[in-house]
């Protein structure tokens, strides 16, 4: 069946510093890879997204690349910010039954030290 | 209305009770999701409504039941669960698979979820 593998499970940085996440996924029908932010007592919130036929997206500090071929995606965070601090889940997306099913990565809790 | 919104915010509920989620958008979206999450987890898909019908059941107990009453409204009805059913119950929605031409169309947007505490 379909999996998602995240990496790393916790990341700390410095305020100012890069932070990159990867996943990897199994389904090679997958299409589109979305990323949520989830603080603590909230929701899962979508951050930013890619579809398969597109190599890389870039929103202001956050981008996320895609390599089809090893079926893996990555988040890189620039100039990271206290506020950036949460859970971030990466997800692989299929069409199944007529219907979208999602398939999230474990979690990378980012803490960022001031 | 860009949002999904859940009620109730809190539940506390006996084995033997019988309670009612509820989900509502007003975004126009044709699909629909219940999850549930334990804590330090990923979200876990449960059901999946599409135009109205269930589309996907990930072999979840009958002691679950949702109902879509229309294409904004979306329920999860409990009865007998279990104290390990704890968790915080998400619904999210999205445009629906008929639109995934259009842009945006795979977006899932989740509620704030009902914290859900079986005792």
Known sequence: GENVEQ???TLSVQEGDSAVIKCTYSDSASNYFPWYKQELGKRPQLIIDIRSNVGEKKDQRIAVTLNKTAKHFSLHITETQPEDSAVYFCAAHRPIQGAQKLVFGQGTRLTINP | DTEVTQTPKHLVMGMTNKKSLKCEQHMGHRAMYWYKQK??????LMFVYSYEKLSINESVPSRFSPECPNSSLLNLHLHALQPEDSALYLCASSQGLL????????EQYFGPGTRLTVT
């Open chain 2, 99 to 106: 639109r995934s031409g259009v842009r945006g169309a795979y």
């Open chain 2, 39 to 44: 804590a330090k987890k990923p979200p876990e």
């Open chain 1, 7 to 9: 990496h790393p499970s």
